[in-house]
């Protein structure tokens, strides 16, 4: 057993699964953040940079876990299709 399935509860959503979840929650908080500053705020800025880093991390979390689901299920399905 992968270890992401080990550490993934009983709740059958991979530890992967919900650090993606995670990311992706968090990164809408923070667009939340910078819709609600007015234009001219002096944190306006630092709060945009936040945003292109979640969203980064949001990313590469989203292909980190499409790459080991592939890896996990290709020769299964590859055998099932004949």
Known sequence: MAEHERRGGT?????????????YDALRRLRGVLDALPGDHPSRAMVAQAVTTAEQYWRMTREDVAAIEQAESGPHEQDARG
């Open 11 to 23: 709740d059958g959503e991979s530890y992967l699964r919900r650090q993606e979840r995670k990311a």
